[in-house]
């Protein structure tokens, strides 16, 4: 089963949530944790794996022969990122808004374009006791996280239970990092801007079509209005985090719920044991 965790913006908790559910489980299942947050990863803090596997990553991108380059234009037409343009005698590439989709090598009728790697990232693994880990890393400066995201994907193990740490928001990187997951965990808080991203952050599953359930933290004063958008939209409320400094303290200090408080251990797996109920209904009746 692939669980991804989200949210609709940054700091509602979303990796405490993911790394307490991996380490709960990690005497109950094979468990993978895959941290794709690839502008600012933090799970390893929480976890402390040992790495022992690098993989840099990169995107191909345009390389122009320009003694049998024509100047036609075709390369700058097809480019919707506009990553080449053809001006008067020059062809001016721009590397870092390139995608790496190939159109301008693969529609050039002088066969002029060829492609070259461009190191956007890392990737890196390891495991923390039991738990296999990956993360990756994009690179200070570089824009495009989904294709560093889609190979830490890659080494996702379907054999036992992944979690996929997503980054905040609803953004390309958010779609790529949750998508094909069984289930998602949306992380949020009892503030307007919690629950107005919570509400992009639904939208957006329901679009994907991924089941979805909220894990309430710091929960508190503003719970009711997160409570019934959730009831109003038949999202289940799947767990509930109280605001306690003793969690606040751990958490400074790179502690999860499931070591710090280790009661904390049976409401994840109580918390996994609902959303396997949720995907085995879903998956006995796919219309609902």
Same mark, same amino acid.
């Given at each position: ?184 965990? *949306?992380? !949020?808080? =009892? ?6 991203? $919570?509400?992009?952050?639904?939208? +957006?599953?329901? /679009? ?29 409320? *799947?767990? !509930?985090? =109280? ?6 303290? $751990?958490?400074?200090?790179?502690? +999860?719920?499931? /070591? ?29």
């Amino acid at each position: 089963m692939i669980i991804s965790v989200a949210s609709g913006k940054g700091g509602t908790g979303k990796t405490l949530i993911a790394t307490s559910l991996a380490l709960s489980l990690r005497n109950k299942a094979q468990v993978q944790l895959l941290d794709c947050d690839v502008e600012e990863p933090n799970d390893h803090i929480f976890i402390r794996p040992v790495i022992d596997r690098t993989e840099a990553v990169g995107i191909p991108v345009p390389v122009v022969d320009e003694a049998i380059c024509t100047r036609c234009g075709r390369c700058a037409e097809v480019c919707a990122f506009n990553a080449i343009a053809v001006a008067g005698e020059y062809v001016l590439t721009f590397p870092e808004l390139c995608h790496g989709c190939g159109a301008c090598s693969y529609l050039c009728p002088e066969k002029a374009i060829t492609e070259e790697n461009r190191e956007t990232g890392v990737i890196e693994s390891g495991k923390a006791d039991s738990i296999d880990f990956t993360q990756g890393r994009l690179t200070v400066g570089e824009a495009m996280a989904p294709p560093v995201i889609r190979k830490v994907k890659e080494r996702t193990n379907n054999d036992g239970v992944a979690i996929i740490d997503a980054p905040p928001g609803t953004s390309c990187p958010v779609v790529e990092s949750v998508k094909g997951s069984d289930f998602c965990l *949306l992380v !949020t808080e =009892p503030t307007p801007f919690g629950l107005n991203d $919570l509400k992009l952050a639904v939208a +957006t599953m329901k /679009e994907l079509g991924i089941p979805c359930g909220v894990v309430l933290n710091r929960a508190g004063n503003g719970d009711k209005n997160v409570i019934d958008y959730c009831e109003s939209e038949y999202i289940p409320v *799947l767990m !509930t985090v =109280p605001l306690d400094m003793e969690i606040a303290r $751990l958490y400074s200090r790179g502690i +999860t719920l499931a /070591e710090g408080i280790p009661a904390w251990q049976k409401e994840f797996i109580g918390l996994f044991d609902k959303i396997t109920e949720i995907v085995d209904e879903r998956n006995r009746c796919p219309e609902r």
